[in-house]
């Protein structure tokens, strides 16, 4: 299974990202996906989050209406629009894969919790400078 994530950089406070995570060696369907995120000398935390059938998603209070997950199961990948983008988004982002359970939607603690996920992405830097 390898999960390539994608399409970091560095973007100027107010501007826009989009990053992506291919999936292979996996049946993408059969698992919720999420992205997470670690800035420097802190713990990876979760961000945003969307249901196997993309038919739920889930985002932090400090990105709502400025980061969008989406994903496309012919494509097996999962996409991150970053909108609005300011220095505290600096980190490195990861995309993850959940096999699917029930509890994910209906849980905010399961969907936090990053030793949930069966697959993670390498990472990929974002830095917004200010």
């Known amino acids: 299974v390898q999960l390539q994530a994608s399409g970091g950089g560095l973007v100027q406070a107010g501007g826009s990202l989009r990053l992506s995570c291919a999936a292979s060696?996996?049946?993408?369907?059969?698992?919720?996906m999420a992205w997470f995120r670690q800035a420097p000398g802190k713990e990876r935390v979760f961000v945003v989050g969307?249901?196997?059938?993309?038919?739920?998603?889930f985002s932090i209070g400090s990105v709502k209406g400025r980061f969008t997950i989406s994903r496309d199961n012919a494509k097996n990948t999962v996409t991150l629009q970053m909108n609005s983008l300011k220095p505290e988004d600096t980190a490195v982002y990861y995309c993850?894969?959940?096999?699917?359970?029930?509890?994910?939607?209906?849980?905010?603690?399961?969907?936090?919790?990053?030793?949930?996920?069966?697959?993670w992405g390498q990472g990929t830097l974002v830095t917004v400078s200010s």
């Open positions: 993850a894969a959940h096999r699917h359970t029930s509890g994910w939607s209906t849980s905010l603690r399961l969907r936090g919790d990053a030793e949930r996920y069966d697959y």
């Open positions: 060696g996996l049946t993408f369907s059969n698992y919720d």
């Open positions: 969307i249901s196997r059938t993309g038919g739920s998603t």
